[in-house]
């Protein structure tokens, strides 16, 4: 799709292949006003400006695009905002746009903690009311629309984002807020023992395998910074401590140590009655 004012509007792929409705892509201007580059920086020109077949010479701006279905051009933020997190490339501005979808959240920013090339994950500030539950019901929400790699794995509610001086939204401050946050959580009081021993024993791995805690029994473990290989580590370990088979999937299902604990029953797992 191109919406034709002075210039050309439209959205394309790495390849340089113009995307339909919905997928997004960088977006690119064309049109009379398109410069013909940048002055004594011929790198920097072959880098940012191309030649389409139908619409001549045109400007690649580095934003983040899509096409909605009444015609309206979305902005997302920055290409350069892309990440590769455990040989998955994600784009952070469409983790952020997917969780602005969200009927309780007005704005949302993403950020990565940690080595990318290890132990790194997402951490997801929404803007909205704090209601009980809503970190779980954004955590559903982005599991429904996004692929598994992409879903935060920590969300921080807030009455606004900070911004810079340019007024946009100073991500390396949440970076900071965000080591702060789970810096904290992995060194809070003393973690508490629950009365039901398959209940506590599955606490003492969640704490163990997220490095924190502050977990509780109804925690769900994505929402505290799990994520797929620490999922299938905790699968595993689950087996090796009480023999009994569990499939990922269902832990994505019940992914709290009550939940689990019901579940590992239902398979006559019960270690208070040895």
Not at 9 to 20: N, S
Not at 24 to 29: D, I, N, P, V
Not at 90 to 109: F, G, N, Q, S, Y
Not at 161 to 174: F, I, R, S, Y
Request: aromatic share 6%; glycine share 8%; hydrophobic share 45%.
């Amino acid at each position: 799709m191109v919406r034709h004012t002075p210039f050309s509007a439209f959205v394309l792929d790495p390849g340089g292949r113009e995307l339909p409705l919905g997928v997004h892509g960088e977006l690119c201007l064309a049109g009379a006003g398109v410069a013909i580059g940048y002055h004594d920086r011929p790198e920097l020109t072959a880098e940012r400006f191309g030649e389409h077949p139908e619409y001549g010479r045109f400007y690649r701006t580095g934003d983040l695009a899509r096409w909605r279905d009444n015609g309206t051009l979305e902005v997302l933020g920055r290409v350069d905002r892309q990440i590769k997190l455990r040989g998955n490339r994600l784009e952070l501005a469409e983790i952020e746009a997917v969780l602005r979808e969200h009927p309780e959240v007005t704005d949302a920013a993403v950020v990565t903690v940690g080595d990318l090339s290890a132990d790194a994950v997402l951490v997801a500030f929404a803007v909205a009311h704090p209601t009980e539950g809503l970190a779980e019901r954004l955590w559903e929400h982005a599991r429904a629309k996004l692929p598994s790699s992409a879903v935060p794995h920590d969300f921080v509610l807030t009455d606004e984002l900070p911004t810079n001086a340019n007024e946009k939204v100073d991500h390396p401050h949440l970076t900071r807020l965000a080591t702060a946050r789970r810096a904290a959580a992995g060194h809070g009081a003393a973690a508490e023992h629950h009365e039901d021993v398959l209940v506590d024993a599955l606490l003492s791995l969640f704490r163990e395998l997220l490095g924190r805690e502050d977990v509780t029994a109804d925690a769900n473990f994505f929402v505290l910074g799990g994520h797929s290989l620490l999922a299938a580590l905790l699968v595993q370990r689950i087996q090796e401590s009480f023999g009994a088979e569990i499939r990922l999937a269902e832990f994505f299902a019940l992914p709290t140590p009550l939940g689990l604990a019901a579940f590992l029953r239902s398979r006559g797992v019960d270690p208070g009655t040895d």
